[in-house]
């Protein structure tokens, strides 16, 4: 069965300064992830994903995130954190019959002027 | 092209009613997803539909319904309402099949009084 965990439920980070958001898997076959954004009683809105290729893949907003195999790892970074970037993220797996979505429990980030 | 739309916005009431939520997915779309997003527990999965039936459901009680239309769209019943199903419920849509995302419509803020 998969799952997600994100690591921290609440990161905070000074205006400028690297982001890094945890994000492992558990799953059987190859996975598809994802990372979600969500402001403030909105919906989520799709920040990335990774489904096969590369493993540093590239989103909106200047975030990336690594697929590392090795480590069940899907980390979601950003070199220099902005005000606007405060939000709640949330991390996804699809399941290995590619219709359903795992969620992790979602990590809020803050930062700091 | 529109997103996917969901209506009411917010939603206020008694105790012992009924509720209903509804969700316009992307057009092409033929898969719908329901979540509860009650405070501090993420996202919970509530159902899932597909081409006009219910594929999948979480564990939720069966005072929690729904059904999907013809025309993709779908509807959340929640009958003899109670404190704690005051929540966002999201509503999200993709294609069938593949490695794509999900959508997510803004939410219907549910409060029940």
């Excluded at chain 1, 699809?94 to 219709?99: A, F, K």
């Excluded at chain 2, 009924?18 to 501090?40: F, K, N």
């Excluded at chain 2, 013809?70 to 490695?99: F, I, K, M, Q, W």
Aim: glycine share 8%; aromatic share 12%.
């Amino acid at each position: 069965a998969q799952s997600v965990t994100q690591l921290g439920s609440h990161v905070s980070v000074s205006e400028g300064a690297l982001v890094l958001l945890r994000c492992n898997y558990s799953s059987s076959v190859p996975p598809y992830l994802f990372w979600y954004v969500q402001y403030p009683n909105q919906g989520l809105q799709l920040l990335l994903k990774y489904t096969t290729g590369a493993t540093l893949v590239k989103g909106i907003n200047g975030f990336e995130a690594e697929f590392k195999k090795s480590e069940t790892s899907f980390h979601l970074t950003k070199p220099s954190a902005h005000m606007s970037d405060a939000a709640e993220y949330f991390c996804a797996v699809q399941s290995d019959t590619g219709n359903q979505f795992y969620f992790g429990t979602g990590t809020s980030l803050t930062v700091i002027p | 092209e529109a997103g996917v739309t969901q209506s009411p916005t917010h939603l206020i009431k008694t105790r012992g009613q009924q509720a209903t939520l509804r969700c316009s997915p992307i057009s092409g779309h033929t898969s719908v997803y329901w979540y509860q997003q009650a405070l501090g527990l993420g996202l919970q999965f509530l159902l899932w539909y597909d081409e006009g039936e219910e594929r999948n459901r979480g564990n939720f009680p069966p005072r929690f319904s729904g059904r999907q239309f013809p025309n993709y769209s779908s509807e959340l019943n929640v009958n003899a309402l109670e404190l704690e199903d005051s929540a966002l419920y999201l509503c999200a849509s993709r294609t069938r099949v593949g490695d794509t995302e999900a959508f997510f419509g803004q939410g219907t803020r549910l409060t029940v009084v």
